[in-house]
């Protein structure tokens, strides 16, 4: 008999799956306590890392891109002298430290405008080969370090020149909130910046002196760890199958002090899409490090949970062995005798009767055999087809549901009642502080993008020639190529013709003081209408206007660990979203309207951020809105970034032992699925077309031949049946032949 074959290995999987199941149970459904710090929040760390090399990433790289484009608009327009030049850029970006240009014949300063830039770096490596200009970081005397960005001047009949920016490598300007610290990290591990610690001359006591000085301490040896790690290749650093973070990120635990355990979360520079672009600050080798002390969770074990997770794996173990004891006697016990009662009668041992079991297609079988017995010894040649066949009786697939049923009621409780939760789950407060924070980062990224897409408008307005559309039409359709940001560029003249025009279908644009240079239109059409403008210098009245694609927009919104985010305007309607919208609709939540309203109340210097912790029913929402605040043409837009996502995608502990228990529920009804289904494919079913098959012979069927199919109880028994078939076969033959000889003495003389 085939070890694979039959109906032993289906039960034995079965048994072996349940325990398995068991073990299982008892472990994770009852630990003996929750982490010292919850999943959740060392998770919350990792992405507001995430969000701070995101951002230092863009920043840096739209300094770059700035720059060398103000280099390209400079070397095709006219002539400008050098303190004119340094003196545009500085009012159109405001965003480097330094600025100067540079004699590359002679090495002459020609203008400077700032912090004093250093020379002592420039060589022939840094201006020739095949890392020529490449941005580089330089210290200054004072310690500080500095992104150096170069840039070629070179114009007609002019000798070339050198625009150099310095800007420092600072933590991105965003809020950090309460406790929170965040340090820029070079390669070997060195803090460039930081940003959240006090300021030790300002604390009161030797007791906040010390803890300063633990903090920044723990802020050294996480950044030297932080920095090692980082090293590693993204693919080979995350788990198999996991995506979100192009780059290097994760979470790394300290020492306590005073109760609090710091967490820090980190993340290295990396392109947002490394396949299709390059990042030059990707190539620096930075890490942005966030740490947050953390209250100390208590870690003693509930015995209460541990007996939980004991007493349902026990009663899965017992429900289990009444599900393998029935399957024992009601399907592989009689399947077996009528393997041993077929294989004896195949032999020709007919002196016994055969034992018919009780029920099912084992009965029937067990019937047909004991008549086909009596066919071959001869003692039922008198009975007619069918005698002493029973009534029909239940089949098989009874023993099946029974078994079914069993395991049903352990996967069915287990998976649906028990550890359950409600609204009254606790949430740290940790988690709806990192929502407020996330959300004001994200709010912060999206007004800089809207103030770099007008500062792009400025610096192309020095090129444009009102009096030559064509020329300017060319010219924007270069600009459209560069700015991906951008749907459809076009110039607008005073009376609101447009004067030339590239990409999509251009919108109306008003020239009246009162409107912002920034603006959303579009309210009944499909998507809203973001349109942004820059007047055209010397052209009174003529205005450059970008129209930024909603995607674009959307696009800085989707940040994992979120939750879904919105950009609404002042009346709570939807202007841009992280997973789909329609244009201008209302805020989901009736809670949410009231939260943005209340963030755009000016409190001191202005609106603020602000968080909530919803609890409607048994769900548990967390909730932030974020105003635009800060510079800009864009802080004056009354626009909010809101965010929400339930509890549940949060690592609590409640929510882990709900999982578990939902995810062995699954696991028995799969092993329900699997084990019972490889029973009715290959015992059930087969079962059932052999009790056909039998009684058909013991009916008189002796033309049709059997096959086995399977290589196992089952195909035995068919195996014995077409043996009888053959025996049966050939004693009829000998009787028509016996009786068709002459009796000896009869019919002659």
Excluded at 220 to 234: C, F, K, M
Aim: charged share 25%; glycine share 10%.
């Amino acid at each position: 008999m085939p070890l694979l074959g039959g109906i032993r290995p289906p039960i034995a999987v079965l048994c072996l799956l349940i325990v398995a199941l068991a073990g299982l149970t008892a472990k994770v459904l009852g630990p003996g306590g929750d982490p010292v710090v919850p999943d959740a929040v060392q998770t919350s760390q990792r992405h507001f890392a995430e969000d701070g090399a995101i951002a230092l990433r863009a920043s840096i790289d739209e300094r770059v891109t700035d720059l060398q484009r103000t280099a390209e608009a400079l070397n095709k327009g006219e002539r400008v002298e050098p303190e004119d030049i340094l003196s545009d850029l500085g009012k159109t970006y405001q965003k480097w430290t330094g600025t100067t240009v540079l004699d590359l014949e002679s090495g002459d300063v020609l203008a400077a405008r700032g912090e004093r830039i250093p020379l002592a770096w420039l060589d022939k490596d840094v201006l020739t080969g095949e890392h020529a200009l490449t941005p580089r970081m330089v210290r200054l005397e004072t310690g500080d370090v500095r992104l150096m960005t170069m840039a070629v001047l070179d114009r007609k009949d002019r000798p070339q020149q050198l625009l150099i920016a310095s800007n420092s490598l600072s933590v991105p300007a965003i809020n950090l909130g309460p406790f929170r610290s965040m340090a820029v990290v070079a390669r070997d591990g060195e803090v460039l910046a930081t940003e959240g610690f006090e300021q030790s001359e300002a604390l009161n006591s030797d007791q906040e002196r010390d803890e300063l000085t633990f903090l920044q301490k723990q802020m050294s040896r996480l950044s030297d760890q932080a920095a090692i790690r980082t090293e590693e290749h993204p693919v080979s650093a995350k788990e198999p199958g996991s995506h979100g973070y192009p780059g290097v990120s994760g979470t790394l635990l300290g020492d306590d002090y005073n109760g609090r355990i710091t967490t820090a979360g980190y993340a290295s520079l990396a392109s947002s899409d490394p396949e299709e672009k390059d990042s030059v600050a990707a190539g620096l080798g930075l890490t942005v490090v966030a740490m947050l002390p953390v209250v100390q969770q208590q870690s003693a074990a509930d015995t209460g949970r541990e007996l939980y997770g004991l007493i349902a794996a026990g009663a899965l173990v017992t429900l289990g062995l009444l599900a393998a004891a029935v399957l024992w006697a009601a399907v592989q016990r009689p399947l077996l005798r009528l393997f041993l009662e077929s294989r004896r009668l195949a032999r020709g041992d007919l002196t016994r009767p055969v034992a018919v079991p009780r029920w099912g297609e084992a009965a029937r079988i067990g019937a047909a055999l004991e008549h086909l017995r009596t066919q071959l010894d001869g003692s039922g040649d008198g009975e007619e087809p069918g005698a002493g066949r029973g009534k029909a009786r239940l089949g098989v697939r009874v023993p099946l549901a029974v078994t079914a049923v069993l395991l049903l009621l352990w996967c069915v409780p287990v998976g649906l009642l028990l550890n359950r939760t409600d609204g009254s789950v606790s949430v740290p407060a940790t988690m709806v502080n990192d929502q407020r924070d996330r959300t004001d980062l994200v709010a912060d990224r999206v007004r800089r993008a809207l103030n770099e897409a007008q500062a792009d408008l400025v610096s192309t307005t020095r090129l444009i020639d009102a009096d030559d559309p064509d020329a300017t039409g060319d010219l924007l359709s270069d600009a459209l190529r560069e700015h991906t940001r951008y749907q459809a560029l076009y110039v607008v003249d005073d009376a609101g013709e447009v004067v030339a025009r590239a990409g999509g279908d251009p919108h109306d644009w008003s020239d009246d003081k009162d409107l912002p240079l920034v603006r959303v239109s579009g309210k009944g059409d499909r998507k809203p209408v973001i349109q942004a403008g820059a007047p055209v210098p010397g052209h009174k009245g003529t205005t450059l206007v970008g129209e930024v694609r909603v995607e674009f927009l959307n696009s800085l919104l989707k940040r994992p660990g979120l939750g879904e985010v919105r950009v609404v305007n002042a009346d709570a309607d939807t202007l841009a979203a992280s997973d789909g919208f329609l244009a201008f609709e209302d805020l989901p939540n009736d809670a949410l309207p009231d939260l943005v309203r209340a963030g755009n109340v000016p409190v001191g210097a202005g609106p603020v951020e602000n968080g909530l912790l919803l609890r409607d029913g048994g769900s548990v929402t967390v909730a932030a809105a974020a105003p635009f605040s800060g510079g800009g043409v864009a802080s004056d837009l009354g626009w909010t970034v809101v965010s929400w996502q339930n509890a549940k995608h949060f690592q609590i502990a409640a929510y882990e032992r709900e999982d578990r228990s939902v995810l062995a529920g699954l696991l028995g009804l799969a092993a329900i699925v699997v084990c019972l289904g490889w029973v009715y494919l290959v015992v059930a079913r087969p079962l059932r077309a052999l009790a056909a098959d039998a009684e058909k012979l013991a009916d008189g069927d002796l033309k049709t031949v059997h096959f086995p199919r399977y290589q196992d109880e089952v195909g035995a028994v068919v195996r014995s049946l077409e043996l009888i078939r053959q025996q049966l076969q050939a004693r009829r033959q000998n009787q028509a032949r016996r009786s068709a000889e002459p009796r000896l003495g009869t019919g002659g003389r």
